[in-house]
Nanobody
Framework: QVQLVESGGGLVQAGGSLRLSCAAS????????MGWFRQATGKEREFVAT????????YYADSVKGRFTISRDNTKNTVYLQMNSLKPEDTAVYYC?????????????????WGQGTQVTVSS
């Protein structure tokens, strides 16, 4: 059983930056692909970024491409989402997810474990 804990969310002005972290514990001796998803109020959860094991095959939603970067530090069992040039439409709860395979995926129902989420609010 893998536990995921996100951190790093907060309030930022448009154009600013935040870095989200997702720390994994339990069962981390296996290989996991990781993903970030987000859900804005009144909207469905949507894919943001994914990274395979051990760090290849990153893929991004068109809406964040060129602004967000996903990375991982396997020695710390942590995945990051660096978010630059933030826009008000990036406001959402951001979730970290893990799937028990090395292959990255943009499909939420292919993930086995989810964190509780961290709020990101971008003011205009």
């Amino acid at each position: 059983q893998v536990q995921l804990v996100e951190s790093g969310g907060g309030l930022v002005q448009a154009g600013g930056s935040l870095r989200l972290s997702c720390a994994a514990s339990g069962g981390t001796d296996s290989t996991y692909a990781m993903g970030w998803f987000r859900q804005a109020t009144g909207k469905e959860r949507e894919f943001v970024a994914t990274i395979g094991w051990p760090g290849h095959f990153t893929y991004y939603a068109d809406s964040v491409k060129g602004r967000f970067t996903i990375s991982r530090d396997n020695t710390k069992n942590t995945v990051y989402l660096q978010m630059n040039s933030l826009k008000p439409e990036d406001t959402a709860v951001y979730y970290c997810a893990a799937r028990t395979t090395y292959r990255s995926s943009s499909t939420a129902n292919e993930y086995d474990y989810w964190g509780q989420g961290t709020q990101v609010t971008v003011s205009s």
